[in-house]
Nanobody, 124 residues
Framework: QVQLVESGGGLVQAGGSLRLSCAASGRTLGSYVMGWFRQVPGKEREFVAAINWRRDSPYYGDSVKGRFTISRDNAKNTVYLQMNSLKSEDTSVYYC?????????????????WGQGTQVTVSS
């Protein structure tokens, strides 16, 4: 079992930055693909970014490419999402997810473990 806890969400003005963290416990993340997703009420969960333990080039959703950066610190068992140039449409609950393996994936069904989510609100 892997337990994931997100933190770092909050309220920020458009154009600003936030860094989300996802701390894992229960297992080391060294063999897991880690992903970030987001979801607003009434919409499907949207893929944001993924990274694997082989440090292949991270994989990003089209809406965040060039603005968001995913990274991981295996020693700290933590994954990060640096969000820059935030827009009002980035307002959402952000979720961290983990999947055993190395293949980068964007479908929520491909992940086995999920955090509880952290709210990000971008004011215009």
């Amino acid at each position: 079992q892997v337990q994931l806890v997100e933190s770092g969400g909050g309220l920020v003005q458009a154009g600003g930055s936030l860094r989300l963290s996802c701390a894992a416990s229960g297992r080391t993340l060294g063999s897991y693909v880690m992903g970030w997703f987001r979801q607003v009420p009434g919409k499907e969960r949207e893929f944001v970014a993924a990274i694997n333990w082989r440090r292949d080039s991270p994989y990003y959703g089209d809406s965040v490419k060039g603005r968001f950066t995913i990274s991981r610190d295996n020693a700290k068992n933590t994954v990060y999402l640096q969000m820059n140039s935030l827009k009002s449409e980035d307002t959402s609950v952000y979720y961290c997810a983990a999947a055993l393996g190395y293949e980068l994936r964007s479908a929520p069904s491909g992940y086995d473990y999920w955090g509880q989510g952290t709210q990000v609100t971008v004011s215009s």
